[in-house]
């Protein structure tokens, strides 16, 4: 019996001067666990005479239990210690300035993107993508310019192989749209689209541009059309009032072919140092598609017309914003992306 109550005070003691948590543990191991003192004591029960069995078994119970319950007292006041610890260790000043990440800013020419694409869905157009590695099929032979064409000298060109290029123009995108409509009309679609020319890049040129291309094709498709709809799109992209004028040009795909200027935006046509003093500044090339163009793609030029107009983005996006300099898209200068944030 007095190795009872010895067991059950150096029990309590050890729970009693246990600091922290692991060391609790232990001492419940050393105690209650399976190789443990009281279970030992419960063992010594087999070797008592009879009588003295039930007075011991309930005194080791006793101990047991008081045992237990001073460890679960004890255990609760460690956790709510280390608790109350933890929180002082992870405590955050929240008056302390964040990091604050840089957000980027939607890309200047992508806003230009944006901004046609809304005005010609608006106008039931779809908006077609292709490949930028593209065939020579598609980039020169469907729009009737082919080999040895001297029009190819106007898009000076990088080949992968001779019949693999990265695409000169977004036109190629127009004609595996034409093929792909096999025929059927109408077909109102852009097509929006980095391109690649060989070229010295400076202030006014890069070997990496963006193009929106239109095209209508149906019956009756006119001139007139062409005109209207490329009008209600300078007003648009560049303010109320612009007017537009139509000079002759040339593409091998489309006669015939124009060039379109809008009226300057800054000095509403009277001349200024933008528009060099002529009051007008070129936007776009543009034309009725070529009949040979239509007749290869599968459609009967007798039956049917349509009209084809290319846009620089970067052209539109210098005007807008007033960039001097069109190597500033591509350089990547966050102070010069970040004056956009103001058009997001
Ligand atoms: N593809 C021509 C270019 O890149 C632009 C254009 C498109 C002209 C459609 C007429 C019709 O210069």
Not at 10 to 35: F, H, M, S
Request: net charge negative; glycine share 8%; aromatic share 8%.
């Amino acid at each position: 019996m007095d190795k009872i109550l010895t067991v059950q005070h150096e029990a309590l003691a050890a729970i009693e001067n246990a600091a922290d948590l692991e060391t609790l543990n232990n001492v419940r191991i050393q105690y209650l666990g399976k190789k443990g003192s009281i279970q030992a004591l419960m063992s010594e029960m087999k070797s008592l005479p009879k009588e003295e069995k039930p007075a011991f078994g309930q005194k080791v119970n006793v101990c047991k239990q008081e045992v237990t319950e001073a460890l679960e007292a004890r255990q609760a006041v460690l956790q709510e210690g280390a608790l109350a610890e933890q929180l002082v260790r992870e405590k955050i000043d929240i008056t302390l300035p964040g990091d604050v990440k840089e957000l980027g800013t939607t890309h200047p020419l992508l806003m230009i993107q944006q901004e046609l694409e809304d005005l010609f869905l608006g106008m039931g157009y779809k908006v077609a993508e292709g490949p930028e590695v593209e065939q020579d099929y598609y980039n020169f032979e469907l729009a009737n310019i082919p080999k040895d064409h001297p029009a190819r000298d106007m898009q000076d060109t990088f080949y992968i192989d001779p019949n693999t290029l990265l695409r000169t123009h977004t036109t190629a995108m127009q004609m595996r749209e034409l093929e792909k409509a096999e025929g059927k009309t109408p077909i109102k679609l852009i097509c929006p689209g980095k391109v690649y020319r060989r070229d010295d890049d400076d202030a006014t040129h890069s070997h990496q541009f963006m193009q929106c291309e239109g095209l209508v094709v149906g019956e009756h498709i006119t001139l007139a059309d062409l005109k209207g709809t490329l009008e209600f799109m300078a007003n648009r992209m560049f303010g109320e009032g612009r007017t537009i004028r139509f000079r002759p040009s040339y593409f091998p795909f489309t006669e015939p072919s124009v060039e379109v200027d809008v009226s300057c935006p800054f000095c509403n046509g009277k001349g200024c140092s933008v528009c060099k003093g002529s009051g007008w500044i070129e936007i776009l090339g543009a034309g009725m598609v070529h009949p040979h163009v239509l007749e290869m793609n599968g459609f009967d030029p007798e039956k049917c017309t349509g009209f084809a107009f290319g846009v620089g983005l970067e052209r539109v996006a210098m005007l807008k914003y007033g960039i001097d300099d069109i190597r500033n898209f591509y350089t990547n200068d966050a102070r010069f992306l970040k004056m956009f944030d103001r058009f997001d």
